[in-house]
């Protein structure tokens, strides 16, 4: 399979990874039939990319971090919890008696666990691919990926288990502070280099105090308090930075602006993963702590496997596999043109070939 932008769609293209629907449910289905009203739905709902089968890359499966059914029973989880803290919202107004009720504190943190025990039996895995989703969806699907990212680095910075969970639960929890504006949010999210709102500006203060009065870890109510503070001093709310900022909580930030950039919000159109890794990458330690920068590079492939390439020596190629140790150097497949036709040449692992690099990423290429 290959990942394509859907102007190089065409109709009978067979749809390699299901598209989801922000309650967790399947939109689209993997193994789908493409035509011309799927693909024209695709575009209306701001999907710009989609993996579809071909012969050239079929022996080509990236692998989803966490598996689907784990990943909908996280999006539900979400989903259940942000309904009753709306509906105690809603019945208050009032968000400083707002609290996380005692049966949904037991849920969350069982889940916590088992999601743990999850990541840990896909810690030799790459973040490669998540779910293709809607734009505008994202309010139960970006918890989630937020809280799998930083399990991800968490787990490759080797924290102890209680820090560990404590990180997981508080990024699923990162945006909690903003169901006392939550249409208003929605409207205005934006990602960590933009000036917030003064509603947005309070969501994380908000956040911190929830968790903290409904007795749940100390150590998670830090995740939302510090996720959108910055490296260099120039974050919200407190403004502060370097190790001011809580440790777990410059993992969370990362994570979280990942997936703000990749996924999209109704503020501003997703980009591709690899040119999210890049853009973080050039961030540097003036947005985010290096250290767990450096984590992140090697747990976040910069070039997904079924990803276009164009190479420095203008050959076109499918990238086939990462390379963990270098994450800028993965073993690609040059796609030759040969009598009219596209044929796969023979795989070459950028680790052994310095002379070869990634130029750029391609949206896809045209196919006979």
């Known amino acids: 399979m290959h990942l394509s932008h859907v102007d190089l ?10 598209v989801l629907w922000g309650d967790g449910q399947v939109l689209l289905a993997e193994g789908a039939v493409l035509n011309e009203r799927t693909i024209a739905r695709l575009k209306g709902l701001g999907i710009l990319y989609v993996y579809v089968e071909d012969e050239l890359t079929s022996d080509i499966r990236p692998e989803d971090f966490l598996e689907l059914d784990e990943r909908i029973r996280l999006i539900s989880l979400h989903r259940g919890f942000l309904r009753e803290m709306q509906r105690l919202y809603n019945r208050s ?20 666990k088992d999601l743990i025990k999850a990541l840990r039996r896909c810690s030799s895995r790459m973040i490669e691919v998540f779910d293709i989703r809607p734009r505008e969806d994202y309010i139960h699907n970006h918890p989630a ?55 947005m500006a309070r969501h994380p203060r908000l956040g911190y105090e929830i968790l903290r009065r409904s007795d749940l870890p100390l150590l998670s109510a ?9 490296f260099d001093g120039k974050g919200y ?16 930030a990362l994570a979280n602006q990942y997936d703000l950039m990749t996924g999209g919000t109704f503020a501003h159109p997703p980009v591709r993963a690899e040119d ?59 796609i030759l043109k040969k009598g009219g036709k596209l044929i796969a040449g023979t795989s070459v692992d950028l680790a052994q070939h310095r002379n070869l690099v990634v130029r750029r990423v391609l949206p896809g290429i045209k196919r006979a």
């Open 9 to 18: 769609v065409r109709p009978g293209d067979v749809l390699a990874k299901s």
């Open 93 to 112: 107004k009032d968000p400083d008696s707002l609290v996380v009720p005692q049966e949904w504190r037991e849920e969350l943190s069982s889940r916590v």
């Open 145 to 199: 990926n937020v809280a799998v990212v930083a399990g991800a680095v968490g787990l490759y910075l080797k924290l102890p288990e209680e820090q560990l969970e404590a990180l997981v639960l508080g990024s699923l929890l990162h945006d909690v502070g903003k169901i006392p504006f939550l249409e208003e949010a929605l409207q205005e999210d934006r990602p960590l280099l933009f000036s917030p709102s003064p509603s």
């Open 222 to 230: 830090h995740v939302p308090y510090g996720h959108h503070e910055r």
């Open 237 to 252: 709310p407190r403004g502060i930075k370097g190790e001011e900022i809580h440790p777990l909580a410059r993992i969370a």
């Open 276 to 334: 999210a890794v890049e853009a973080l990458m050039a961030m540097g330690d003036s947005v985010f702590d290096p250290r767990v920068l450096e984590a992140f590079v090697h747990v976040v492939a910069v070039y997904p496997r079924g990803v276009w390439v164009e190479l420095n020596d203008g050959q076109r190629a499918v990238v086939v596999s990462n390379n963990r140790s270098l994450p800028l150097r993965p073993v690609v497949r040059p």
